[in-house]
């Protein structure tokens, strides 16, 4: 039988040891409830490989014209059916409106496995970017599974009209007669009209200097003055213009002056007072 010294031993060593048996068994039990927990189909696992939805062509970036086959696979295994709709512009967006009214096929009731899901006219519609859609319904499920393809270009060569002929009516010559060979009457000459002659416009002349400095008219405003560009009055008002503005300049030099002598009289009563 083990001595009292031993029990103690073994029961110290099994107490140092309870902490990663505790740790052991909190992880093992973690791993049962997570091993018990089902998975949700939704977020984790994939469809399952009966369950192919996809367009093979056109691919994206495709340019497209004429008749289209869409080729591809729709297939599930509580497939009920399949459609593949278009609509306008370069990606699929919450505002895409799809041609519900003219689906390229609708309520296809047979899977298809890497074959023609339906065929586009793209002739009944404007050049420019589309995008497609595969949608694939289940059994009981109203919410259809959809694969997008987008930047699908459809570019038709625009057809121009052909203008007709139209028909040229026969120049009759001239100096020919008519049906009975009667020569007839010869044309008329044509009336030239003449333009009209410009009418040249006066120039102005120098007025000529009289005895008693008077023009023609007995004026004594014309002299040597040219007529109608030159007056009197005008050369009145310059002058008086002229006086005063040197008037002006006259006070102005003298209130510089004045300005000037005040300025020296006040330096000399304060230099004389920093003297005494």
């Known amino acids: 039988m083990p001595s009292k010294k031993v029990r103690l031993s073994v ?12 740790i052991v068994q909190v992880l093992v039990l973690l791993a049962v409830c997570l091993r018990a927990l089902p998975l949700r189909p939704g977020l984790a696992a994939p469809l399952s490989q009966d369950s192919v939805m996809t367009i093979t062509f056109p691919s994206e970036g495709s340019t497209l ?3 289209v086959e869409i080729q591809g696979t729709a297939t599930h295994p509580n497939f009920n059916s399949y459609g593949v709709l278009y609509a306008s512009g370069a ?10 009214d003219a689906p390229i096929a609708w309520d296809v009731r047979t899977m298809v496995v890497n074959g ?8 009944q519609i ?21 694969h997008f393809i987008n930047n699908i270009t459809v570019l038709n060569e625009e057809t121009t009209p052909t203008p007709e002929a139209t028909a040229t009516p026969d120049a009759e010559q001239p100096g020919t007669g008519d049906e009975t060979g009667e020569a007839g009457p010869p044309p008329a000459a044509p009336t030239i009209v ?9 120039t102005a002349t120098m007025g000529a200097p009289t005895a008693a400095g008077e023009d023609e008219n007995g004026d004594d405003e014309g002299g040597l003055l040219p007529t109608g560009i030159l007056s009197i009055d005008a050369v009145k008002e310059a002058a008086k213009t002229g006086v005063s503005f040197a008037f002006l300049l006259y006070a102005i030099g003298m209130l510089y002056v004045l ?8 330096l000399r009563q304060t230099k004389g007072k920093s003297n005494s």
């Open 65 to 67: 014209s004429g008749q």
């Open 259 to 266: 300005a000037k002598a005040a300025i020296r009289y006040y």
């Open 91 to 100: 990606r699929v967006t919450g505002d895409t409106a799809w041609k519900l």
């Open 126 to 146: 404007p050049n420019g970017q589309y995008v497609l859609a595969l949608v694939v319904y289940e059994v009981g499920n109203e919410t259809p599974l959809v």
């Open 11 to 22: 029961i110290s060593h099994l107490a140092r040891r309870a902490p990663k048996l505790r």
């Open 194 to 202: 003449q333009p009209a002659t410009a009418t040249p416009r006066p």
């Open 116 to 123: 023609v899901l339906g065929t586009w006219d793209t002739t």
